[in-house]
């Protein structure tokens, strides 16, 4: 199986690497301007989920623990030291499910828009929802989604939201030990701010921070959420 990782030079200090995992049918491409943004303080990988953008197709349609243990392989072969993840959206249930089956992988995380919403676990209300924040996205970003809708394929679009509805991350959130940043976009719907305070109360060591905009802050808030997550990592993760 091959994993797409675009990573910038090593870290010109001691932080631990950061992983961005993306979320349900795009790539790292929307990722990059918050890669770009941490690339000078930290060494940076940004990658493509089995099936999704530039990484090889595995054959059929994973689930969020398969998409978890594909990630643990590839961190292992690429012999990287334990260090932090940052996943948005569907990337944060991918994420949390390392954290907890794969503990000595992760020093902390953080989680950009993390799905599912408890109060709407229905592919209906996602997807409204999904339709409501795009209306939100910067524009230019669209060309982007659409490339990478078009690589996923509608089939492995479907099935991975089907898989996503019935991950229950509030049951794994208790389970974390690390410390973790939750963000939400002051103007999405995708994760309404009641499921943000909820998510963080579920986390032992957790904290909110909330980024002006939509659901995907990594693309439209980057400089913002770049601070947001230096100052975590330097106050939580490297104190």
């Known amino acids: 199986m ?25 790539s790292h491409r929307y990722l990059m301007p918050l890669a770009a943004k941490l690339a000078g303080d930290l060494a940076v990988h ?115 939201l089907a898989h996503a509805l019935h991950d229950p991350i509030e049951h794994k959130l208790p389970l974390i030990s690390v410390p973790v940043l939750v963000t939400r976009g002051s103007r999405e719907p995708i994760v309404p701010m009641a499921w943000a305070r909820a998510a963080t109360r579920l986390l032992p060591h957790g904290e909110l921070a909330v980024v002006p905009g939509p659901h995907n802050a990594n693309y439209a808030a980057a400089d913002h959420l770049a601070d947001l997550v230096l100052a975590f990592l330097r106050s939580r993760v490297l104190a």
């Open 2 to 26: 091959d994993i797409h990782d675009r990573a910038s030079p090593a870290s010109p200090n001691a932080a631990p690497p950061l992983v961005m995992v993306h979320g349900l049918a795009v």
């Open 46 to 160: 940004v990658i493509d989920l089995p099936g999704f953008g530039l990484s090889s197709d595995p054959g059929r349609v994973l689930n969020v623990a398969e998409h978890a243990d594909h990630l643990a392989g590839w961190l292992e072969a690429a012999e990287l030291p334990p260090l932090v993840v940052l996943g948005n959206s569907f990337g944060c249930q991918v994420a949390v499910d390392l954290a907890v089956r794969y503990p000595d992988r992760v020093l902390g995380l953080v989680l950009v828009g993390p799905t599912m919403d408890p109060a709407a676990r229905t592919a209906s209300r996602q997807i409204l929802r999904w339709v409501g924040d795009t209306a939100l996205e910067d524009p230019l970003q669209l060309p982007i989604l659409a490339r990478d809708l078009r690589d996923a394929g509608p089939l492995r679009v479907v099935g991975t």
